[in-house]
């Protein structure tokens, strides 16, 4: 494996820890308003995610920075050619970023609520826009002879980016439910049990239906073969049918991890039928950007490869820590009371 391979696996693998880590705390602001019933335990549910959310951002950060030094032409293109989409993630973060800063700023519902919506419709519309934006460098979009992009934002959206950012969303949504009955106790952790139950089999079937569109656009789109990538697929798709079976069997903390897997074997299904292209071109794809065509000289990628060797297991062993730490499940016992606020008790509240 040559340091153009080593670098593409390591920005898979960068993407993949996001979309893992930051997928259940994605999950959890989804699930705000459904889940909470009133203002404590959607504080609960928050301070689950309190300690960590900002911590699983920093994957996106190093994947964008290792895309841009490892793959400048790449990064150029894909970041002048979503520069709506991306403008529009950017929005949304740091939109989330404020609600959980300003949720509890002022004793008024009607403040704590705006943020609490805040915080639910931008964990809905990153992801979305993520899948979208990550399956059309599969599906293809238009570059000109130049590797420049040559289209509109509008051309990001195609059938199967669209199921993409659906699937990605739900898949999002189960792996949030599923962590909140890990780290939860009470009638909070039984109800998203129960809402990881009712999310699993959906997400099961949206998601096979992109790992199998997944296969058919690399094999029509990108030229692959059958073979490695069904192999991986058919895994995610094991993944995903053995969290439904575990989700429902209430076995919580073997349902989570089988949701993070799928999540995995997902996000590498992408990266393999994309691969050795890092942006499939539809307009002629002889102007598609290869490993070869968008990789820095040899010098850079050797000065990143010790650089990685080096820091990556200490940012994992720091991580790691984190998450030991913070392990322990939180109840309504633990949270200091606050403001009800605009969504409000529910029906049955005492």
């Known amino acids: 494996m040559g340091l153009q391979e080593l670098w593409f696996c390591l920005i898979a693998l960068l993407w993949t820890g996001y979309f893992v880590l930051e997928g259940f705390d994605f999950g959890v602001g989804m699930l705000l308003p459904v889940l909470g019933r009133d203002a404590e335990e959607r504080g609960t549910m928050l301070e689950s995610i309190g300690p960590v959310w900002d911590g699983n951002e920093v994957w996106l950060l190093v994947a964008g920075g290792a895309t841009f030094a490892a793959f400048p032409l790449w990064y150029a293109t894909m970041f002048s050619g979503f520069y709506v989409a991306l403008l529009l993630v950017l929005v949304l973060l740091i939109a989330r970023v404020v609600s959980f800063e300003w949720r509890g700023k002022l004793e008024d519902p009607r403040w704590s609520g705006l943020w609490t919506w805040a915080n639910t419709a931008a964990s809905v519309g ?23 992009f040559a289209g509109s934002f509008w051309d990001l959206f195609t059938w199967y980016s669209v199921l993409a950012g659906v699937a990605v969303v739900l898949l999002f949504a189960l792996h949030g439910a599923a962590f909140l009955a890990l780290r939860t106790t009470g009638e909070l952790r039984e109800r998203a049990r129960k809402m990881a139950a009712r999310l699993a089999v959906f997400a099961a079937v949206v998601g096979a239906a992109f790992l199998v569109a997944t296969l058919v656009v690399g094999m029509d789109n990108n030229d692959k073969d059958l073979f490695p990538g069904i192999v991986v697929i058919a895994l995610a798709a094991l993944a995903a049918v053995v969290a439904v079976v575990l989700t429902r069997a209430g076995r919580e903390g073997q349902a989570f991890m089988a949701t993070a897997a799928t999540i995995v074997l997902a996000v590498v299904s992408l990266f393999t039928m994309l691969y050795p292209r890092v942006m499939v071109s539809s307009t002629g794809f002889g102007n598609s950007l290869t490993l070869d065509n968008a990789a820095s000289g040899h010098y850079t990628l050797t000065v990143m490869t010790i650089v990685a060797l080096v820091l990556l297991p200490i940012v994992l062993l720091y991580q790691a820590w984190t998450y030991h730490v913070f392990r322990a499940r939180l109840g309504q016992a633990e949270m200091p009371a606050g403001p009800a606020d605009m969504l409000g008790p529910r029906r049955g509240d005492d």
């Open 126 to 148: 990153a992801p979305l826009i993520w899948g979208i934006a990550l399956s059309s460098l599969l599906y293809g979009v238009p570059l000109d002879s130049d590797h420049g």
